[in-house]
Structure formats: C-alpha cells, structure tokens
C-alpha cells in the first residue's frame, strides 16, 4: 500500500533543512532510504500499537481491515507498511514484543 503525497524537492526545503511546520512528514517521503524492509507476519502480530507507537516516519498504517489468522483468530484490524515512508530504520522489528516483523533485505 501507499499515500498519496506531494514530494519536495531540494530546492523547496527551508535553508539548512530547517522544520517549520509540525505534521510534514507526510510530505518528506523517504522510503528510497531503505536497504532491509520489515515485513509484518499477520498471524503472529498481536495488534499491541507498539510498532505504531515507535516508527519515527508515518510508515505503519492501521486499517480497518478485518484479518483471521490459521489458528482462528479473528482481527478486526489489520497492521501495514507503508513503503512509500518507511526509511528501513528496524526500530519496528526490535519494539514488536511478539518478533512479528521481519526483516529482509531490499529488492529493488
Ligand atoms: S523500519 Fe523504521 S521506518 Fe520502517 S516501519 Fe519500521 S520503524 Fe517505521
Ligand atoms: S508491534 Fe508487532 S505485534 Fe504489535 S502491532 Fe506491530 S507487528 Fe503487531
């Protein structure tokens, strides 16, 4: 999945790429950073937040996405990486307190 985003370029950034405005990394996309990307394992994550809570980019997405894991489980929502914003940092795959989120190397 991705957002919709408006990309600004070098010459548009304040000087010495100051922020000025709170909320605008929504703006400042920097999933081209990425050299490993974490991979969510819906029948392991245990819909905790903390991946949400942690990730330092606005790259974990919760949708209203109904979600039943192998063993029966029922979820009414559904944890995702947004790669577009995702930088590969691995904070998520350290916080997750169920090891859910794995980290594998970039194809591009
Ligand atoms: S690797 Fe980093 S940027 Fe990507 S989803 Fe995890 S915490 Fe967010
Ligand atoms: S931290 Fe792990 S268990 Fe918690 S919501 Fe994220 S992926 Fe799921």
Same mark, same amino acid.
């Given at each position: 999945?991705?957002?919709?985003?408006?990309?600004?370029?070098?010459?548009?950034?304040?000087?010495?790429?100051?922020?000025?405005?709170?909320?605008?990394?929504?703006?400042?996309p920097t999933g081209d950073w990425r050299v490993f990307k974490p991979v969510i394992n819906q029948d392991k994550c245990v819909r905790c937040y903390l991946c949400w809570v942690f990730c330092p980019e606005p790259a974990i997405k919760i949708l209203?996405?109904?979600?039943?894991? &192998?063993?029966?489980?029922?979820?009414? +929502?559904?944890? $995702?990486?947004?790669? &577009?914003?995702?930088?590969?940092?691995? +904070?998520?795959? $350290?916080?997750?307190p169920v090891k859910a989120i794995d980290f594998v190397e970039e194809v591009k």
């Amino acid at each position: 999945m991705s957002t919709s985003f408006k990309k600004l370029g070098w010459r548009e950034m304040p000087i010495g790429g100051a922020i000025i405005e709170p909320g605008n990394s929504i703006n400042r996309p920097t999933g081209d950073w990425r050299v490993f990307k974490p991979v969510i394992n819906q029948d392991k994550c245990v819909r905790c937040y903390l991946c949400w809570v942690f990730c330092p980019e606005p790259a974990i997405k919760i949708l209203d996405k109904p979600y039943k894991t &192998a063993s029966g489980r029922e979820w009414k +929502i559904t944890f $995702e990486v947004d790669y &577009a914003f995702c930088k590969g940092c691995g +904070i998520c795959v $350290e916080e997750c307190p169920v090891k859910a989120i794995d980290f594998v190397e970039e194809v591009k």
